[in-house]
């Protein structure tokens, strides 16, 4: 056999260190925050490095998008709502910042609640192996009447809930991003699994109704999505649904020949989904656009996110 050697390193070809590019340079460090500092002079000075310069690149994309006048979207499931970021989300449809919103089902249940009782978000574990999870009787009539009626008049699942919470004197429901969303005007939708959402467990949920009212907000995603040249899309923590609906969107658009040039898309969860990574960053951007995955806690995140995006446009 053969034998081997340690291999001796005094023939090793070096090069002056002024002479290699680096990543990490002096003008990208932090800068030390001081009491009494602003918020934005805390922003500014995160670390031009990894997720603090993209959670900067992001920022600047959607400034870019509403002085450009270009869309800003919103795609979400529940959980964002669960942990308090409604007010969050409402104060960026109110200063024009989200320009339409795209949800799973179960934000309806979420957003009703809190609109109508001002608390959400039951305890499954106990209550379910009494047969009482989901059973919520409020809940499942008002939504479903509200989807009946709705639809039954030509709208969609997200206008039939906004209009009807905001047309309500539910006592908190400042809190409905279904309601400001109608209020406002801007695209709310909605996009159902049947069988997903306790609301599907009531005596008044319509297959019918729910199934084309989806299908009617997903042809309204599908004109957002067409114009979103130029804008961004966020991903807010749906690792499934949302980026499989937005990544067929991107598909109508393209057929009917829009060009999403210059695209900017953001996913923000826990954990970067394989969906996420690749059906709304990647693939939708890999001619020309830009994609940013920002990791980390949504109740952190996103108003983080939201504040330096409000220093943003406001100076």
């Not at 104060?91 to 609640?113: K, P, Q, W, Y």
């Not at 909605?190 to 959402?197: C, E, K, M, Q, S």
């Not at 309204?220 to 130029?230: I, K, Q």
Request: proline share 3%; glycine share 10%; aromatic share 6%.
């Amino acid at each position: 056999m053969k034998r081997y050697r340690p291999v001796s390193l005094r023939k090793i070809k070096t090069y002056p260190l002024s002479r290699r590019k680096s990543k990490v340079k002096r003008g990208s460090l932090a800068a030390l925050y001081k009491n009494g500092d602003s918020f934005e002079k805390f922003f500014d000075g995160l670390p031009d490095i990894l997720a603090a310069g993209d959670i900067k690149a992001v920022v600047e994309a959607v400034v870019r998008a509403r002085e450009n006048n270009r869309p800003v979207v919103l795609g979400m499931g529940a959980h964002p709502i669960q942990v308090g970021l409604s007010p969050v989300i409402i104060d960026l449809i109110e200063r024009g910042v989200i320009t339409a919103i795209a949800v799973n089902g179960s934000c309806m249940v979420h957003d009703f609640e809190l609109s109508y009782a001002g608390r959400t978000s039951e305890d499954v574990a106990a209550a379910l192996h009494s047969g009482r999870f989901g059973m919520a009787r409020e809940t499942g009539s008002v939504i479903n009447n509200a989807i009946n009626r709705g639809v039954a008049g030509g709208y969609g699942l997200g206008r039939s809930l906004g209009e009807a919470i905001e047309e309500s004197k539910y006592k908190f429901k400042e809190l409905s991003i279904f309601g400001t969303a109608a209020r406002k005007g801007i695209p709310m939708c909605v996009h159902v699994a049947l069988g997903t959402d306790i609301i599907h467990m009531h005596p008044q949920a319509d297959g019918a109704a729910i199934g084309e009212g989806s299908l009617r907000d997903f042809k309204l995603l599908c004109s957002v999505v067409a114009d979103l040249a130029g804008g961004v899309y966020i991903n807010l923590g749906s690792a499934v649904i949302l980026p499989e609906v937005f990544l067929k969107a991107v598909s109508v658009a393209n057929n009917l020949g829009h060009k999403l040039k210059d695209l900017t898309t953001v996913n923000m969860d826990f954990i970067q989904h394989y969906r996420a990574r690749e059906n709304v960053l990647r693939r939708p951007t890999m001619h020309k656009g830009a994609s940013y995955a920002l990791t980390g806690h949504h109740e952190i995140m996103f108003p983080l996110l939201a504040a330096a995006i409000i220093e943003g446009i406001e100076n």
